[in-house]
């Protein structure tokens, strides 16, 4: 006999409100990230057209539920994160009825299952709201399709194969609209012969029943395989292991079956085991804080309670069918992305492979639990996991709102100090891991929505290019005549500001190989530049740079205009030493030092030691020279060369840079 502590819809309730706990806090100070970016520009610049034609490649069916969200949902990042939270809190709601149909005694291991299905930590990107709310509708298709034909085996009559009817058109919706949850959809002959077990002992009418259910299912599969393999392939997602496997199918086999296994491994250690690195006040903040530690304890209490409520008043058996089925049915999961050669890591952004694993993990994760001796222990860990899970998602989305501050940061920064670019600009960056959630390609969106706002056309006359991955086999080439390029590199590793570079000023800046290094250093305020960087900076052309082109306005996307603090000074100030304008640099300097207002990065010190020295203030140059010194001693050689300059200009005596260079002790320049 079942508990009635709690009214059934208690439960999904329940798990909406754990949605809501879990990503609610921050979700209206998130932006846009990664492909986000694309569908944003893509509905506000081309419309329903410009929507089919993104998808088209993909997605086809997607293109039409763009459409559709569009009118309601419109380009508001706030509006989207609402949306996608409320998706996923259905996808988890659908999961547990599935589950309860499947096994209506099972209601303590269906919420627990459901709950995992929310707040699974290996799986980071929820905050990416307009590119993964489709996936989470569609697993609520999958769920409801495989609850209403469960739920079709129990009935008679017309309702029988109206449930049937339901659950076959939701699959072939499911089928036709992605590809994620192919190996899911595999696994629907078993969940078949499971729900049949109890209604069918005879193992022959069983099996016969199972086959003539599943044709039809099978069917549209076969439909949808041949369809996308033979009548709609394309090479972004090609079956590169199929290929592989008609040249050595042994190693090709072993080679699938170990990848697995390591996606399975990954699924259920690593991505646990980041949930109990808890975070500090400083981290999140006090306001976050509380909130961080309020959710933990509510969830922890609230799930031991509901777990209780939910459990049967008489004993059930160690639930092996859970483990096993969703132990092994794990293996197919990931059928679609080891087909394609794509590889399933907790790392972003591969961690949305992990997407088609969650619901077999959480009915796996569901059915160890009752391994543990005693009812209360076992709530207990339950509980325990869910609440550092959630904490954990509280934890990245305060880090995806810090990369969205960030994004604003540059694009606001790079509007100030380029007012306008000549069209076919070029703007490389260095990739010191600045954004995390954002490639080039992604941040290639902004950048043209900022310079050519009227654009409408996905041909896009400006580029964001990482110089390490775009360039790496034609840098030399381009260097080659470095005359005609339509490049400006740039430099951002925030809290320092953007640092648009000049091989006049920066060739002095000290480089390391890997980018990896120049992370670790940027995060300990150190002004290194990767080696690529430095090679690049002849292809900085700052002609290139429209310096009386009005500030342009940026996308709403971007947010207002932040209060006008050091960034600002200094943007104003690099392009006024651009101008040769060193009077204007010494005015900007003189009214920043005196609030005060200084920089985060000293190295922002060098235009304005410049601007005293040429002017003859070698007193007040010599003094931040000296600051800058102290403070980090690898700008030296980058000193040297302004006090170099300042004196092959006439503006200090010689005898004063000699002795300058003389106390600074490293002075490559001649």
Request: charge should be positive; proline fraction near 6%.
């Given at each position: 006999m079942?508990?009635?502590?709690?009214?059934?819809?208690?439960?999904?309730?329940?798990?909406?409100?754990?949605?809501?706990?879990?990503?609610?806090?921050?979700?209206?100070?998130?932006?846009?990230?990664?492909?986000?970016?694309?569908?944003?520009?893509?509905?506000s610049q081309l419309g329903l057209k410009g929507l089919l034609n993104l998808f088209e490649i993909t997605r086809p069916i997607r293109g039409w539920i763009e459409?559709?969200?569009?009118?309601?949902?419109?380009?508001?990042?706030?509006?989207?994160?609402?949306?996608?939270?409320?998706?996923?809190?259905?996808?988890?709601?659908?999961?547990?009825?599935?589950?309860?149909?499947?096994?209506?005694?099972?209601?303590?291991?269906?919420?627990?299952?459901?709950?995992?299905?929310?707040?699974?930590?290996?799986?980071?990107?929820?905050?990416?709201?307009?590119?993964?709310?489709?996936?989470?509708?569609?697993?609520?298709?999958?769920?409801?399709?495989?609850?209403?034909?469960?739920?079709?085996?129990?009935?008679?009559?017309?309702?029988?194969?109206?449930?049937?009817?339901?659950?076959?058109?939701?699959?072939?919706?499911?089928?036709?609209?992605?590809?994620y949850l192919l190996g899911l959809e595999v696994l629907r002959p078993v969940i078949l012969w499971l729900a049949l077990?109890?209604?069918?002992?005879?193992?022959?009418?069983?099996?016969?029943?199972?086959?003539?259910?599943?044709?039809?299912?099978?069917?549209?599969?076969?439909?949808?395989?041949?369809?996308?393999?033979?009548?709609?392939?394309?090479?972004?997602y090609s079956p590169i292991v199929l290929q592989e496997a008609q040249i050595s199918p042994t190693a090709t086999l072993t080679g699938f079956l170990g990848t697995t296994v390591n996606a399975i491994y990954a699924a259920l250690i690593p991505a646990w085991l980041q949930i109990f690195q808890l975070p500090s006040v400083d981290q999140l903040g006090v306001s976050l804080t509380w909130i961080y530690v309020i959710v933990f304890f509510a969830i922890f209490g609230g799930w031991a309670f509901l777990l209780h409520a939910a459990d049967e008043e008489t004993p059930?058996?160690?639930?092996?069918?859970?483990?096993?089925?969703?132990?092994?049915?794990?293996?197919?999961?990931?059928?679609?992305?080891?087909?394609?050669?794509?590889?399933?890591?907790?790392?972003?952004?591969?961690?949305?492979?992990?997407?088609?694993?969650?619901?077999?993990?959480?009915?796996?994760?569901?059915?160890?639990?009752?391994?543990?001796?005693?009812?209360?222990?076992?709530?207990?860990?339950?509980?325990?996991?869910?609440?550092?899970?959630?904490?954990?998602?509280?934890?990245?989305?305060?880090?995806?709102?810090?990369?969205?501050?960030?994004?604003?940061?540059?694009?606001?920064?790079?509007?100030?100090?380029?007012?306008?670019?000549?069209?076919?600009?070029?703007?490389?960056?260095?990739?010191?891991?600045?954004?995390?959630?954002?490639?080039?390609?992604?941040?290639?969106?902004?950048?043209?929505?900022l310079y050519a706002p009227d654009w409408k056309?996905?041909?896009?006359?400006?580029?964001?290019?990482?110089?390490?991955?775009?360039?790496?086999?034609?840098?030399?080439?381009?260097?080659?005549?470095?005359?005609?390029s339509q490049a400006v590199v740039v430099r951002f590793a925030a809290p320092s500001c953007l640092h648009v570079l000049d091989l006049r000023y920066d060739q002095w800046l000290i480089s390391l190989p890997h980018a990896e290094d120049v992370a670790l250093t940027s995060s300990l305020e150190m002004p290194f530049v990767p080696d690529f960087t430095r090679r690049a900076l002849p292809l900085s052309n700052l002609s290139q740079i429209l310096l009386d082109a009005p500030q342009p306005a940026l996308p709403a996307l971007l947010g207002p205009e932040p209060e006008h603090k050091w960034c600002y000074t200094y943007q104003m100030a690099d392009i006024a030493r651009q101008q040769d304008d060193w009077k204007t640099v010494?005015?900007?300097?003189?009214?920043?030092?005196?609030?005060?207002?200084?920089?985060?990065?000293?190295?922002?010190?060098?235009?304005?030691?410049?601007?005293?020295?040429?002017?003859g203030r070698v007193k007040d140059a010599r003094l931040l020279t000296r600051q800058v010194a102290a403070d980090m001693p690898l700008l030296k050689p980058a000193l040297c060369a302004v006090w170099e300059r300042s004196g092959q200009q006439g503006a200090v005596p010689v005898e004063t840079v000699a002795k300058i260079k003389s106390e600074l002790g490293i002075c490559p320049v001649p």
């Open positions: 079942k508990k009635q502590t709690l009214p059934i819809w208690a439960f999904p309730l329940a798990l909406v409100a754990l949605a809501v706990l879990t990503y609610g806090s921050l979700v209206n100070q998130l932006g846009p990230f990664w492909d986000d970016w694309v569908f944003a520009w893509t509905r459409a559709g969200l569009t009118p309601l949902l419109g380009t508001s990042a706030l509006r989207w994160q609402v949306y996608t939270l409320l998706i996923r809190a259905l996808a988890g709601v659908t999961f547990w009825w599935f589950l309860g149909e499947m096994w209506p005694r099972r209601r303590a291991e269906a919420l627990f299952a459901a709950s995992i299905l929310l707040v699974y930590p290996g799986y980071t990107q929820q905050p990416q709201a307009m590119t993964y709310h489709y996936y989470w509708t569609f697993h609520s298709f999958l769920f409801l399709s495989f609850g209403l034909m469960v739920r079709s085996l129990r009935s008679a009559g017309k309702a029988k194969w109206a449930l049937y009817a339901l659950a076959l058109l939701l699959a072939s919706l499911q089928l036709s609209s992605m590809e077990t109890p209604l069918v002992p005879s193992l022959k009418e069983r099996l016969k029943r199972m086959v003539l259910y599943e044709i039809p299912f099978g069917i549209a599969m076969l439909v949808y395989l041949y369809w996308r393999f033979f009548m709609y392939s394309h090479s972004i059930q058996p160690i639930p092996w069918t859970w483990i096993w089925f969703g132990l092994g049915g794990m293996f197919f999961a990931g059928i679609p992305f080891l087909i394609a050669g794509l590889q399933i890591r907790i790392n972003f952004p591969e961690n949305r492979f992990f997407l088609p694993f969650i619901p077999l993990l959480a009915i796996f994760m569901a059915g160890l639990l009752r391994l543990i001796p005693g009812r209360s222990r076992q709530f207990l860990v339950a509980s325990v996991l869910l609440a550092f899970a959630v904490g954990f998602q509280i934890r990245t989305a305060d880090t995806y709102r810090d990369q969205y501050k960030t994004v604003k940061s540059f694009f606001w920064q790079l509007s100030w100090r380029a007012p306008g670019l000549k069209m076919g600009t070029a703007i490389l960056a260095q990739d010191d891991k600045t954004f995390l959630f954002d490639d080039d390609e992604a941040l290639t969106i902004p950048l043209n929505w056309t996905e041909q896009f006359p400006y580029k964001y290019q990482t110089i390490s991955i775009r360039l790496e086999k034609t840098l030399d080439g381009l260097l080659a005549n470095p005359q005609a010494a005015r900007l300097g003189d009214q920043a030092f005196a609030i005060p207002m200084l920089p985060d990065d000293p190295y922002e010190y060098l235009p304005f030691i410049e601007a005293y020295a040429r002017l």
